[in-house]
């Protein structure tokens, strides 16, 4: 069936420190891929999506981009700030099940001053 | 324009006893979608409902778990004889319909715990 993988947390990283986020996924067809924020104690919020390869998805300073080469869609930002601190996941939709968001297990983010 | 409510925000339960949470979606949004999350995992999807309907209860327990949306009020999602694995983070999602194009909208969640 389908599903995400996302690399294992917390990423640790300091003030203004390059972020990547490592996600893959595995489905038939063609997918949507999105990346949602959770901050501690709320819910989850949409940070990004893209709905078909090469597309780029991007807000507040994070990005990702499509790749269905490498089915991939990693997250990136140039540079985090301490209130980037969250648990971020990467989901899935496909279209064959389109109501139906397959979750990534999450990464914790701490940003430290 | 308020946002997916749920409510209560922390449940706590002995074993045995029944949970129910609640839902309310964002003004104009006809559909519910249900995701529990473990500790420490991601969400796993449960069941979609519409008006009325059970969309797809795919990811519900067969047992002791049940879910629905009436005409009027909100969305229940109800578990009944409560262990402590059901202790989890419940949440909420809403979306105008249920197309793959459309953005699910999440609530921030019913923190349950079973003692």
């Known amino acids: 069936g389908d599903s995400v993988t996302q690399m294992e947390g917390p990423v640790t990283l300091s003030e203004e420190a390059f972020l990547t986020i490592n996600c893959t996924y595995t489905a038939t067809g063609y997918p949507s891929l999105f990346w949602y924020v959770q901050y501690p104690g709320e819910g989850l919020q949409l940070l990004l999506k893209a709905t078909k390869a090469d597309d780029k998805g991007s807000n507040k300073g994070f990005e990702a981009t499509y790749r269905k080469e490498t089915t991939s869609f990693h997250l990136e930002k140039g540079s985090v700030q301490v209130s980037d601190s969250a648990v971020y996941f990467c989901?899935?939709?496909?279209?064959?099940?389109?109501?139906?968001?397959?979750f990534g297990s999450g990464t914790r983010l701490l940003v430290r001053p | 324009n308020a946002g997916v409510m749920q409510n209560p925000r922390h449940l706590v339960r002995r074993r045995g006893q029944e949970a129910r949470l609640r839902c309310s979606p964002m003004k104009g949004h006809s559909h519910v979608y249900w995701y529990r999350q473990l500790p420490e995992e991601g969400l796993k999807f449960m069941v979609y409902l519409q008006k009325e309907n059970i969309i797809d209860e795919s990811g519900m327990p067969k047992e002791r778990f049940s879910a629905e949306f009436p005409k009027e009020g909100p969305s229940i999602l109800r578990i009944q004889q409560v262990v402590r694995g059901d202790s989890a983070a419940y949440f909420c999602?809403?979306?105008?319909?249920?197309?793959?194009?459309?953005?699910?909208?999440f609530g921030p969640g019913t923190r349950l715990t079973v003692l």
């Open positions: 999602a809403s979306s105008p319909g249920g197309a793959g194009t459309d953005t699910q909208y």
């Open positions: 989901a899935l939709r496909n279209r064959d099940s389109s109501y139906k968001l397959i």
